[in-house]
């Protein structure tokens, strides 16, 4: 089975699965889009933010991520406006996140506003229970993807994702409250980039009622690579 590796600033580093036309089980397809690689990567990406809210003028502010995806791990940091930022590890066993607040100079919760959960990044949503497969879609018109309705764990909220069918890899997810059909929220990945023989996702969109953020990353700033020694440092300080 040919298999390229793929760092993606959602997902964090995953294996791309090019599958062949053999049925594949609903367990099966999505173990593989849980599953990070066998190899250690790393990410430093810089780029911007930009928020639209009705009735309020844009807002735009430099965003950074990075992380160090071991295979049984994955560990990163988010900062916004370079004075708000977020630790974030994941379990690849379990798909368990924890995302730790750094101390910061404000009070204004940035991340909240614009509808960014930390958790985004390293698409923790992927291991709620998988309640059901629905019928297969073509995403954009172009990607085959088979659809799948999950169930986070605190019963809170239902996720309807999209993973492209050929390399079970997550492309978008709609979120809704429990009780209700109309989702709250949308995240979808897009502008595919190669550096370094690796992959990674270098635009965000994400939108609610009323709001709509884009993240883009710079591709002439972003370092891609295999973990080396010594391993980069991919933390940086919150201005003071």
């Not at 990410?43 to 160090?68: D, N, W």
């Not at 590890?89 to 930390?118: C, E, H, I, W």
């Not at 995403?139 to 659809?147: D, E, I, P």
Request: proline share 4%; net charge neutral.
């Amino acid at each position: 089975m040919l298999r390229k590796i793929l760092i993606s600033v959602l997902s964090a580093a995953a294996v791309v699965w090019c599958i062949a036309e053999e049925p594949v089980s609903m367990e099966e397809f999505v173990a593989r889009a849980r599953r990070t690689n066998d190899v250690a990567t790393y990410a430093k990406l810089h780029g911007s933010l930009q928020h639209r809210r009705r009735g309020c003028e844009t807002l735009t502010m430099p965003v950074y991520f990075g992380t160090i995806i071991h295979p049984d791990r994955t560990i990163g940091q988010l900062v916004l406006d370079n004075d708000e930022g977020y630790i974030l590890s994941q379990a690849q066993n379990s798909g368990a996140t924890t995302v730790k607040p750094m101390s910061k100079t404000g009070t204004s919760d940035k991340l909240g506003y614009v509808g960014v959960r930390a958790s985004d990044l390293v698409m923790s949503f992927l291991f709620c229970k998988v309640e059901k497969e629905l019928e297969s879609e073509l995403l954009r018109n172009m990607v085959h993807c088979r659809v799948f309705l999950l169930d986070d764990p605190e019963h809170k909220e239902k996720i309807k994702v999209w993973i492209s069918s050929e390399h079970a890899f997550p492309l978008k997810a709609e979120f809704y409250r429990y009780g209700e059909d109309k989702r709250f929220r949308e995240l979808e990945a897009g502008a595919l980039t190669k550096k370094n023989d690796l992959y990674y996702v270098r635009r965000i969109r994400l939108e609610g009622p009323g709001w709509i953020t884009r993240i883009d990353f710079d591709g002439d700033l972003a370092e891609i690579g295999l973990l080396g020694t010594p391993s980069p440092n991919i933390i940086i300080p919150l201005k003071k």
